[in-house]
């Protein structure tokens, strides 16, 4: 099982990226997928959640990045993106895509990728 994340690099601020995620090895269509970040001496936090419901999907966001970072999945194709807008030097991190899932026989269960470098220029 496997997620790899790309589309990270360098950018202006003010300027856009796209970050995608794609899953291996398992379904995600049941699992929570989002993205976490970590800037150098900082925690990991994180930025934005998608879980699929049938009840209607369940969108959370980080305070600073709620108008400006848009998450989104494809189930189909097993991915996850984050659009990214609006970037300023304070968005600077390694972003981690991330699959998590809580059952009762399993507790949670999760898996991260490798890590994607998102530097902007200020």
């Known amino acids: 099982v496997q997620l790899q994340a790309s589309g990270g690099g360098l950018v202006q601020a003010g300027g856009s990226l796209r970050l995608s995620c794609v899953g291996s090895?398992?379904?995600?269509?049941?699992?929570?997928m989002g993205w976490y970040r970590q800037a150098p001496g900082d925690q990991r936090e994180l930025v934005a959640s998608h879980l699929t419901a049938a009840s209607g999907d369940r969108i959370n966001y980080a305070p600073d990045v709620k108008e400006r970072f848009t998450i989104s999945r494809d189930d189909a194709m097993n991915m996850v993106h984050l659009q990214m807008n609006s970037l300023k030097p304070q968005d600077t991190a390694v972003y981690f895509c991330t699959a998590n899932i809580w059952t009762p026989g399993t507790g949670s269960v999760s898996y991260w990728g490798q890590g994607t470098q998102v530097t902007v220029s200020s």
């Open positions: 090895g398992r379904s995600f269509s049941n699992y929570a």
